[in-house]
């Protein structure tokens, strides 16, 4: 796996995570245009929940808005995502993901889209009430 998610676990309504996304590969994060956290709930499609591009701009859907943040370390070795006020529609697996490439894309399309991404293996996030 070029990505690999950890972080995870259970928790309860109103508590914080924070995900992380580590890249086999030297230089991977570094030279992708977009990173993005992705999530799937069970029976549910996935869908883009964050992303960030070369420059460091965030874009995230409505619902995380306020309480998520996405953000690369400064080595840009590892991707992060930061929960917090977690409500149980936020239980899912959630996934980082890259372009295949390091060509420019639009980051705030591309996680929305079907596009081709690399995946990593996830991590479950479950919040209870």
């Known amino acids: 796996e070029r990505l690999v998610e950890s972080g995870g676990g259970s928790f309860h309504t109103g508590g914080s995570l924070r995900l992380s996304c580590a890249a086999s590969i030297p230089e991977y994060i570094g030279r992708r245009y977009c990173m993005g956290w992705f999530r799937q709930a069970p029976g549910k499609e996935r869908e883009g929940v964050a992303t960030i591009d070369w420059y460091g701009t965030t874009y995230y859907r409505d619902s995380v808005k306020g309480r998520f943040v996405i953000s690369k370390d400064t080595a840009e070795t590892t991707l992060y995502l930061q929960m917090n006020n977690l409500k149980p529609e936020d239980t899912a697996m959630y996934y980082c993901?890259?372009?295949?490439?390091?060509?420019?894309?639009?980051?705030?399309?591309?996680?929305?889209?079907?596009?081709?991404?690399?995946w990593g293996q996830g991590t479950q996030v479950t919040v209870s009430s």
């Open positions: 993901a890259a372009p295949p490439s390091s060509a420019r894309v639009e980051c705030d399309q591309w996680y929305l889209s079907p596009a081709e991404k690399d």
